[in-house]
Structure formats: structure tokens, C-alpha cells
T-cell receptor, first 113, second 112 residues
Framework: EAQVTQNPRYLITVTGKKLTVTCSQN?????MSWYRQDPGLGLRQIYY???????DKGDVPEGYKVSRKEKRNFPLILESPSPNQTSLYFC????????????FGDGTRLSIL | GESVGLHLPTLSVQEGDNSIINCAYS??????FIWYKQESGKGPQFIID?????DKRQGQRVTVLLNKTVKHLSLQIAATQPGDSAVYFC???????????FGTGTRLTVIP
């Protein structure tokens, strides 16, 4: 089954404790992206990747890092999480560029205390 | 319709009625538009798309209308069912862009 898989689905942690949210897709898609979703603000893009070893900042990249060492994986790293990063996070992928329908994972709810 | 702010626009309809969800987009250069459905606890799912060389596109029970003059997009759902209850987002993008830009969403509640 074609899918985007995120882990963990839920995480409660404390300020400053580094965490990684993994994202993996099995569709051989070139483009991958991370979004955060906050009430009333919709989906805002954090980082995206056009291909292996190619990453770019989205609209709200501060406090986040990403890497794209393999085509299928695109982890989101919070080196020193803060409470304002409490949010619902989605990973997405699409076959070519970012201006196509993107397939989304089911989300990771992060709470930073 | 959608707007930026703290409150998610809501629409309540009776089961069996038709629903119309509106979206105002901002970029006159946008030439490709997508509607997504997001159910509780899930990621957004693709419903239907439309390019700017069309003003109407139909799918199964859904129709998207595009009015480029006023930068307005709408999603019509025929014979709305309880399973249609969700948040609906429009997204816009353009040829050569690297991203989709999402609206804030509209919550549709279907009353049985």
C-alpha cells in the first residue's frame, strides 16, 4: 500500500531535549516536505526536499533541521525544542516537484512542556 | 469561506443536502488548485484538482469551480453524507513553484 509513515504519532517531552520525527515513503517520490498545523493558521511549510541531499527552507524553518540522505526518508529534527513548537506535524511527498498533489502521513502530535 | 485568523469557518448541512465550501486565493499567478479533505486524526487527503485553463471539473459527487476573475474557488459536494464531515482545505500553486500554499480550512459537519 502506498503510504507516508511518520513516527512517533504522539510525543510529550520537555524543553531542550533533542528529538527526531521520522518520515518514510514507499512511493519512490522525489519531493518530500514537512508542515506544521496550528489552529486557525492552516498548514505551514517548515522544510522541503526536491531530491536526495537537496533541502530548502519553507515558511517557518526556525528551530528545525532536516536531512535527506536517502530518497525514502526525510527526518525532522528539533535540536532544542521549545513550547512554541508544540503542534501537529505532517510529512508529505509527491512524485516530482512540489506543485503537484502531495500525499500526507497521518501526523505527529508534539507537546513540548 | 476561508480566512486567516483564530477561528475555523464552519458549515453545517443536513444529510442529503448539497454542500458548497468556498476558498479565496491570493496569488493571481496561481494556475493549479487542489482540494483536500482532512478527517479527525488523519492527514489531508486529495479530493480533486483543477488547472486555470478550466473553470469547472467534476468528480464523483464533487465539483470544483474556479473563478479567476475574483480569485475564488469552490467545492460542491452533492448529497452530503455523514462520512463527508471533515475539514476541507484548498491549496494553490503555480508552474515552476516548489510548494503548495494552503488555506486555513473549513469544517463541514453533516447532521444526520
Amino acid at each position: 500500500e502506498a503510504q507516508v509513515t511518520q513516527n512517533p504519532r504522539y510525543l510529550i517531552t520537555v524543553t531542550g531535549k533533542k528529538l527526531t520525527v521520522t518520515c518514510s515513503q514507499n512511493m519512490n517520490h522525489e519531493y518530500m516536505s514537512w508542515y506544521r498545523q496550528d489552529p486557525g493558521l492552516g498548514l505551514r511549510q517548515i522544510y522541503y526536499s526536491m531530491n536526495v541531499e537537496v533541502t530548502d527552507k519553507g515558511d517557518v524553518p526556525e528551530g528545525y533541521k532536516v536531512s535527506r540522505k536517502e530518497k525514502r526518508n526525510f527526518p525532522l529534527i528539533l535540536e532544542s525544542p521549545s513550547p512554541n513548537q508544540t503542534s501537529l506535524y505532517f510529512c508529505a511527498s509527491s512524485p516530482g516537484t512540489g506543485n503537484q498533489p502531495q500525499h500526507f502521513g497521518d501526523g505527529t502530535r508534539l507537546s513540548i512542556l | 469561506g476561508e480566512s486567516v485568523g483564530l477561528h475555523l469557518p464552519t458549515l453545517s448541512v443536513q444529510e442529503g443536502d448539497n454542500s458548497i465550501i468556498n476558498c479565496a486565493y491570493s496569488n493571481s499567478a496561481s494556475d493549479y488548485f487542489i482540494w483536500y479533505k482532512q478527517e479527525s486524526g488523519k492527514g489531508p487527503q486529495f479530493i480533486i484538482d483543477i488547472r486555470s485553463n478550466m473553470d469547472k471539473r467534476q468528480g464523483q459527487r464533487v465539483t470544483v469551480l474556479l473563478n479567476k476573475t475574483v480569485k475564488h474557488l469552490s467545492l460542491q459536494i452533492a448529497a452530503t453524507q455523514p462520512g463527508d464531515s471533515a475539514v476541507y482545505f484548498c491549496a494553490e500553486t503555480s508552474t515552476g513553484a516548489n510548494n503548495l500554499f494552503f488555506g486555513t480550512g473549513t469544517r463541514l459537519t453533516v447532521i444526520p
